[in-house]
């Protein structure tokens, strides 16, 4: 090998970016993420002039290292505290209290990942689905054959089921890989002309199917726009997630409403996603893998608590392996 040896990233969410971070003083790379916008599950959908956060709501920064990361974006304002006032519904217990800060990406929770991405090589919109040997390194393919080049060195950080499907069969990872079980959660957002009347911005509800529900509109940065965003429990979205998509959306609309009085049928946006690997149930064996023979490697929250955090972490390993893995 001459030069920097050459890496393929596959995912422009937080796992992928940070590692891409981490490694470019002595890689090369490349990141592939499938979709035209950054960030994976920390996501922002935007409609009719509505912005929701449907993947991640908020994230903790509870290590050194990834507060003195954040220290910079804090700075800028690229990611800013989040006090909403909290509740309990459908619950007489009360609210869990927040004793850190929560923190959100503005000017919405795609915000982090499009500051972290501006100085790496992103191909967005190419989704890898495959990969094949070609001497000593990888050949990358999309689902056409297109080939998308060749690298010295292959790292998924899609979640664990896809992460399986992608990584050849010798990858030394898969046995560790496998203990890996994420769940589902679907996230109804709603947008309103007007501003609805509660006295909580956000509020856990003790009840399935939904079991969170937030006013977005209340976080630093978001436009004026009125939108709540509400999450089911990931045991019921797993249980539900084969169902008609429109019964499902009429149902959390009803519950919506019988939880916080509000006519979610009088919202002048209503729209459905279904995460199918949103959160991680059992992590994978260790918190990075990684297959120096192959030279192949993987991470993501999956190999954690399934959160924002657990993902930096994994990818922040991981690059330190690799970074002693290359440089001795
Ligand atoms: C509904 C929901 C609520 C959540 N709430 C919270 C919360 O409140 N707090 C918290 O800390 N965490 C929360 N999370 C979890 C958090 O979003 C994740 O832990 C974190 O974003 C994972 O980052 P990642 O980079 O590991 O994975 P991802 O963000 O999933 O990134 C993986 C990327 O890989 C891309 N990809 C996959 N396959 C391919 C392919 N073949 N080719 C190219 N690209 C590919 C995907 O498009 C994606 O962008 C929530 C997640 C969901 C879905």
Redesign the pocket.
Known sequence: MTGKPSVAI????????RLAQRLTPFMQVTV????RG?????STRRKDGFAFD???????ARSADFEAFLRPYLEDGTVQPWAPRLAQLSSAQAPPRWTAPRYVATPGMTGLAKAMAAELTVRRA????RLVRSGDQWQVLDAEDTDLGRFDWVI????SP?TTR?MPLEFAGHPSLETAVMQG?Y?LMLGFDTPQVLDWEAAWVGQDPLAWIAVNTSKPGRPDHYCIVA?TSNSWAQANLERDQDAIRTELMATVEIVTGVAASTAAYIGLHR?R????ATPSATPFLIDPDNRLAA????CGA??????FD??SALAEALEITLTG
């Open positions: 596959i995912g422009a969410g937080l796992s992928g970016l592939f993420e499938k979709s950054l960030g994976g599950r920390m449907h993947g991640a709501q908020y994230f903790t190419v989704q890898v689905d998924s950080t899609a979640p896809q992608l959660c996230s999450q995460w690997y949103a959160s991680v991470a993501g929250d999956w399934g959160k924002v955090e657990a993902a994994s990818a």
